[in-house]
């Protein structure tokens, strides 16, 4: 059985930090590439964050500069790291992890995250 757990989410004032985790059990952590999204209400499922197993890292536009994705294959666990955090930033994000070689993915449930004052 594949898990992956997201926690870390919560309120946060505009201009403030938080960090996401993912944590990830019934996979060989290492062979999987790393995802971050999220849906606002309304809106559509958007890639947030990627990181391949060689280190490459992709961001959306919005959130470059912004956020960092990393991963700690030790603890079997991804990280998004959200500074500078602005109202348009609220949304439920969701882990990814896909396979490096074949057609194999899974998902976490999600974790809000809200930025209001």
């Known amino acids: 059985q594949v898990q992956l757990v997201e926690s870390g989410g919560g309120l946060v004032q505009p201009g403030g930090s938080l960090r996401l985790s993912c944590a990830a059990s019934?996979?060989?952590?290492?062979?999987?590439?790393l995802g971050w999204y999220r849906q606002a209400p309304g809106k559509q499922r958007e890639l947030v964050a990627r990181?391949?197993?060689?280190?490459?890292?992709n961001y959306a536009d919005s959130v470059k500069g912004r956020f960092t994705i990393s991963r700690d294959n030790a603890k079997n666990t991804a990280y998004l790291q959200m500074n500078s955090l602005k109202p348009e930033d609220t949304a439920v994000y969701y882990c990814n992890a896909e396979h490096r070689i074949v057609a194999r993915g899974y998902w976490g449930r999600g974790t809000q995250v809200t930025v209001s004052s």
């Open positions: 990181l391949t197993i060689t280190g490459t890292t």
């Open positions: 019934g996979i060989i952590f290492r062979d999987y590439l």
